[in-house]
C-alpha cells in the first residue's frame, strides 16, 4: 500500500510528469522488485493476467512472459535495470491473519460463483483475493533474472532503504529510482519513477521538492505526514475520521502542530489513538535508522551514519542511534548472514522465524481442512520435524544467544495461541550434528558423476552414490579443516546429502532407508527427460504422512472430482490417480489460465504446496549452516548459483490432475461409461468389435475436446502420456514400500494403489 491518498492527489496538483522511457538511455534504473511484482499481479483483466491462479494453485502462468516483455522494453530503450528485493520483514507487532477471513470469503464466493456457471464474477472474486504475493514467486523471478544476465539484489531489510543508498552513493550505482510513493520517505531522493508504461515506453515521475515547495513543509514534516497518512508500515493515524480523510489535511494537521510528534501526543488521551503513538515512533525509526548493505564494506549499517543529514542538523554517530533499533528490525545477525541473503543464497524465511520468533502459517487458498490443520502441525512443531529442523540449523551456527531464542508457531485457525518450536531441544541438536560427516569432496562426486553418466548434481546422483553399502562407506568423510569444500557442485552435493539423511531418506550410515529404496527405483526407472525428481519426492513425502490416498479430505466432497457413470470404487480410483497427476507441473504455453477448475484438487494442493516450501526452506538452511561452520569456503561469489542449483524451487499448480480428470470424464461419456472401458480399452480383451470401435471414436473425440478446452497446454496428448508415466513411477515405488521387510506403508493404502493401477489400465494411451 503506497502513502495513502498521495497518488490521487499527485496527480490533481499536477505534480506528476511524463516522459518517454527513451528519456533514461545510457543510465541505471533501480527498481523496487516487490512493488514492480505486486503491479503485475494486481493486474485483473482476465485476457491477460491469470485471475485463475486462487483456484489452480501455483505461480501464475502469464507471470515471467511479462516479465520477458518489460525487460525487452527496458533494453530496446537502453535501460539498465537493477532490481532490489525486500528481505527480512520487521518486527510485526500486530496480530496475524487480520486479511486473511476477508481473503477466504473471497475465494468462496469465487467457487460459489463458478460452480454456478458464473465465471466472470467467479474471475473477479479470486482475482481480489491477492491468492499470490511476491514472496511467493521470487524465486521464479530470480531464475529469469539470472538467465537474462539481470543484476539483482535482496535487501537486509527494506527495498526501499536499499535503493536509497544506491542512487546516493557517490559511485551512483543507480541513477534513478522506480518504486512506490514510500521512496519520498527517505532523506536526499528526490525524483521517484511512480510507473512505467512498458507498452507504449513512457514513464511518469514526480518530485518530492515540488510536492514539499507546494504545501511548504520542511523533509521532517513531509516524513511525517507521510506516516500519519499510513503506508504499507503504518495503519492511518486514527484520530482523523476515514471518511474525511485527505492528504492536504494530514498537511494541514502536521504544520498546525508543527511536526507529527506534536500531532500524536496532543490526541494520546483517545483511546484509540494511544496503541498508535508506539506505532507512529517505530514507524519514524525504520525510515529515518533504516538498516542497509553497505557495498564493498559488506557491513549492514543504518542510513545516516552512511549519509550524514545535511546541514545545519547534527552529523549522526553510532551514539545517536536509537539502541532499541533491535525491536525494530531484529536482532542484528552476522553480516554474513545479511550477505548470503543479498546475494540470493537463502530466502527471508527461516531469518524470519528467528527474527520475529514466529513462524505464521496463513489460510492455504482451499481454506483449510482438518487434515490439512493436522499435516502443518507435524511439518513445524516436532523435533524433528523439516521447519524446526531449519531453524536449528541457522540458530546454532549463530550466537549462543539465538539458540535460546523461543520460536513459536501461530497457525490461521488458532490465531490467539502460540505453540512453542523445541529448535534447540537434545533431540534437535542431535539430529543436526549428526549430519556433520558428509564432506565428500570434488573427487567423488565427480566420479560418481562419471559413473551414473550424468551431468547434473541432483537427488538421484546422490541416491545413486549411497546406493551401495560399499557406496554409502565412502562417503563418510570428516571435517577436513586443512581441506574444506571448495566449488559449487561439492557445497550442492554435500547439502543434498544431508537433506537426504535429515528428511530419513539416508541412515547416519549414509544408507538406504524404505523411503530412499523406493524413491531411487522410481528415479532410475523414469526418463531424463521426463523432470518427475522432485515431483517423486514430493509424493514419498506425503505417501508417508498418509496424506496420498484416495479418502475424502475435509468434511465434505469438493466440485471438481470425477464426474463419470461409474462405480463409488471407479470414482475412489480415479480420485487417486487425479491427485497423483497433480503432483507433476504441466508444461504450459505462456498465458493465464483457460481451462476447467477442481476445488478438490486444490484442497490436495494445499498439502504439497507446503510441503515443498518446507522442504525448500530445510535445503536453503543446511546450505546456510554448511557455510557458516566453515565446512566449506564462506568467502565465495557463486551463492545464487548455489540456490539456483538446489530443488523445490517452485509451486507446482493442479493443472495436470485437472487435465486427467477432464480425459477421464470425457472418454468415459463418450465411450458410455466405464464398464465399456474395461471392456474395450487398452490391453483389454473380449470386447466386441461394435465396442472396440465406440471406444476408439470415443478416445479420439476426446481428444479434440481437450485440446479445444486446453490451449495453454503445449501438447495434450504428450502431457497426458508423461502424467500417466509418473503414475507408472509411482506404481514402482509403493510396491517397493510395500515389499520392504515390516512393512513402510499400510497394507490398506497398498491396496487402493493397486485398485487404482488396475482402473487406469484400459485408460492408457496407445499411439500409433
Known sequence: MPVR?????LVERGLV?????????????????????????????????????????????????????DLQALEKAGVKPVFVFSGISLVDKERPFVADDQKTWRRNQGWDNYENGRVPQAQAEFGASSPVVPADVVRVVHRLFKMRHVEFV????????????????DKQYVHSVYGPTEMFMFEGIDRVILNIDFDSSTLTYASKTAIMTDVNVTNEQFLDVCILSGYDGCSPFPAIDPREFSFRGAVDLVKSRGSGVSVVMSYKDFPPVFPYVDQFARARCSIKFSLVLVAQEGRVLPLPIIFPPPAPQPTITAADVPADLGE???????????YQLFRGLVGPSTINALASGRVTEATPLCGGTPEYERYVKALTEPSQSPRCIAIALVSSVLHPIWAKKPVSAVYYFDPNNQYPIPHSSPVTTATIESVSKWNVDARYVENELRRQVSSTIDLSLCLGGTSSSALAQRTIIPKNSEKLLEKKDEIVANTLWRFLELRAFLTSAHQH????????????????????????????????????????????????GPNFNGTDEDKRSMLLVMRVLSIVPLSFNPGPWTGPLSRELLVFNSFLRVTTRSMRGLLEAVAMNLLLRSDARRSREDYLDIAL???????????????????GDAFAGYAGGVDVICRAGAGTTGATEEEKATVAEARDSTFKLLDEFFPNVKNVTGELQRGLRFWQMIMLAVRSLRSYPGGAISPELAAQFEAADAWLKPFAIVTP
Do not use: C
Request: glycine residues 8%; aromatic residues 12%; neutral net charge.
Open 5 to 9: 491518498t498521495l497518488d490521487g492527489w
Open 17 to 69: 510528469k511524463d516522459v518517454p522511457l527513451a528519456a533514461l538511455a545510457g543510465t541505471r534504473i533501480g527498481i523496487d522488485a516487490n512493488n514492480y511484482i505486486r503491479r503485475i499481479l494486481a493486474n485483473r483483466d482476465p485476457t491477460t493476467s491469470d485471475t485463475f491462479v486462487a483456484a489452480v494453485g501455483g505461480a501464475p502462468l502469464a507471470l515471467t512472459g511479462q516479465v520477458e516483455k
Open 154 to 169: 535482496v535487501a537486509p531489510y527494506l527495498a526501499w532503504a536499499q535503493l536509497a543508498y544506491l542512487e546516493r552513493h
Open 328 to 338: 525494530i528490525f531484529s536482532p542484528h545477525f552476522p553480516d554474513e548472514v545479511y
Open 513 to 560: 532407508t524404505a523411503y530412499a529404496q523406493a524413491l531411487y527405483l522410481a528415479m532410475r526407472s523414469s526418463k531424463v527427460n521426463d523432470k518427475f525428481q522432485e515431483s517423486l519426492y514430493l509424493a514419498i513425502e506425503l505417501l508417508r504422512a498418509n496424506a496420498l490416498h484416495n479418502g475424502r479430505i475435509g468434511t465434505r466432497a469438493y466440485s471438481g
Open 645 to 663: 542449483s538446489l530443488p523445490f524451487q517452485n509451486d507446482t499448480n493442479t493443472g495436470m490432475g485437472i487435465l486427467f480428470k477432464a480425459y
